[in-house]
């Protein structure tokens, strides 16, 4: 490999590296402080709005929908969606979308009221 390729290669992983480490901060730029992520069912029987930012996060959500499931016994049988895209064009995103829980669910449509 010559230098220049050696050059490349090393601020490319340095960048990658550096945007995953500061990514909370360059979605704050660019998102904004309160990001708000809704999560449905298949037909929206349930949603539920998480907000990381104010602690209310997947493991909350998930004992709402355990307490909407013992109130509604015809719905036990549902499954939880995320209605948000991955971006691969948001590299400083892809720790996230690798280790965070809320994209170990199915995606899904948003299904409107």
């Known amino acids: 490999m010559s230098k220049k390729s050696i050059n490349l290669l090393t601020l490319v992983s340095a960048t990658l590296i550096l945007s995953n480490i500061f990514s909370v901060y360059i979605n704050a730029f ?7 992520y809704l999560f449905q069912t298949e037909k929206a029987e349930f949603e539920f709005w998480t907000m990381p930012s104010k602690g209310r996060d997947a493991e909350i959500m998930e004992g709402h929908f355990a307490s909407f499931k013992d109130a509604h016994p015809e719905y036990s049988d549902l499954k ?3 209605t948000f895209k991955r971006n691969p064009l948001k590299f400083w995103n892809w720790y ?13 449509e948003e299904i409107r009221k």
Do not use: A, K, P
């Open 30 to 36: 660019t998102e904004g402080i309160f990001i708000s």
């Open 80 to 82: 939880l969606y995320r």
């Open 96 to 108: 996230v979308y690798l280790t965070s829980e809320r994209y170990d669910y199915e995606y899904q």
